[in-house]
């Protein structure tokens, strides 16, 4: 692997950067404190490729190589944790399984209008009142097939981007026998009946990102909504969530990289005992560690997104980048509090803010203690 971006990757993440700059990160605060969706930003990211970035050009989409995608995350996270994670749900979440599993048929119909910026979001629904991680036996939502249409029942909860889509993919048991081949995923656009999405859910951060509960009342929708072959679901499900935490670990990274140049910024002006704050060995030794922590992570998530485009296997190293990456995003966060002292625990400064915001990395798209399930059990294969 090459550590060295290419020209055109450099040229991307400085135009996303800008991009961030100018529209994403002075409305940050905004977006938090009035639990606010940036709609003018996103609605201005189609043109840019920042909401097609994993769909191919013949439909619309950027279709960028999965470095560049973890690239634009990462300075998304760098602007504002909320609409970097509705941004990166979207295209990792909503968008990437039709990609990678719709017919044409689906692909003409869903998204060049998700890539466009003229339309809403896509997300995907997994999360349940009684399955979180145990997605194989937890599920409870279920799709029973009458005639050309799929009827769905049940609830999901802690969905991204629900209220701001124009269509959620959903996982629902298809097979009541149950088992690894009795789900499926069924795409149903947010406005067919009996479909009902709660209040946006009450946050320690990600304010600006909406999550919901969502309510299925016997929902109909054409048997063409399903994506590739019942019965598929919980693998496609997997593939899609290793893709996901390559986003996941790329967003702490941003958000790290914020904490860190606002802590420095803020050590350098701030005078104690005389001297500047970043005269301070304690002081200096966390910065250190930061900008060291900062760059290990993103080499990795670099790396997993490297295999993916590879075409090689990659789940043991996106959960390693991911657990990396969003463990590290805490603790960065966290000093970058301490090194403001009682400045850092006020909304007057923004890394009250970015704290609140990393310490869902740990638990999105997979909890640390699953990395660690997911890392170990891929060893152990390995070593056989």
Not at 81 to 110: M, V, W
Not at 111 to 134: C, F, I, M, W
Not at 162 to 178: C, E, M, W
Not at 183 to 192: A, H, M
């Amino acid at each position: 692997m090459n550590f060295e971006l290419t020209q055109e990757q450099q040229m991307w993440k400085q135009a996303v950067h800008d991009f961030v700059s100018r529209e994403v990160k002075p409305k940050a605060q905004e977006v938090d404190e009035e639990s606010k969706f940036n709609w003018e930003a996103v609605h201005k990211m189609g043109a840019l490729g920042l909401l097609g970035m994993n769909i191919p050009e013949e439909y619309g989409g950027a279709g960028v190589d999965a470095i560049s995608a973890a690239i634009a995350i990462e300075e998304l996270g760098w602007g504002c944790g909320s609409t970097a994670l509705a941004i990166a749900a979207h295209n990792g979440l909503g968008c990437y399984p039709i990609t990678a599993f719709g017919n044409e048929d689906q692909k003409q119909r869903y998204l060049p209008r998700a890539a466009s910026g003229e339309g809403r979001l896509a997300a995907l629904a997994l999360t349940e009142p009684g399955a979180g991680s145990d997605l194989k036996d937890g599920i409870r939502t279920r799709a029973e097939r009458v005639g050309g249409e799929w009827v769905i029942n049940g609830s999901k909860m802690w969905i991204t981007n629900a209220s701001v889509a124009d269509f959620i993919i959903n996982l629902v048991r298809t097979d009541p026998k149950g088992g690894a081949k009795s789900l499926s995923l069924i795409i149903v656009p947010v406005d067919t009946p009996g479909v009902h999405i709660g209040p946006p859910e009450k946050k320690m951060g990600l304010n600006g990102s909406m999550t919901h509960a969502i309510t299925y009342e016997d929902v109909h929708v054409p048997a063409g909504e399903l994506l590739g072959e019942e019965g598929r679901g919980l693998k496609q499900t997997l593939i899609t969530l290793d893709g996901g935490r390559i986003s996941i670990g790329a967003l702490a990274v941003g958000l790290a990289q914020a904490a860190y140049e606002e802590a420095l910024r803020y050590a350098k002006e701030r005078t104690a005992f005389g001297v500047p704050l970043a005269d301070q060995q304690a002081i200096q030794w966390m910065l250190a560690d930061a900008a060291t922590e900062i760059q290990c992570a993103r080499l990795m998530v670099h790396y997993a997104a490297w295999l993916k485009d590879q075409g090689r296997p990659f789940t043991k190293e996106a959960a390693m980048a991911k657990l990396f990456a969003t463990e590290m995003g805490e603790r960065v966060c966290r000093n970058a509090i301490q090194i403001h002292g009682g400045y850092g625990y006020s909304r007057e400064y923004p890394v009250e803010r970015i704290y609140r915001d990393a310490r869902l990395m740990t638990i999105g798209e997979g909890t640390s203690e699953i990395q660690r399930l997911v890392i170990a059990r891929s060893l152990i294969t390995e070593s056989r």
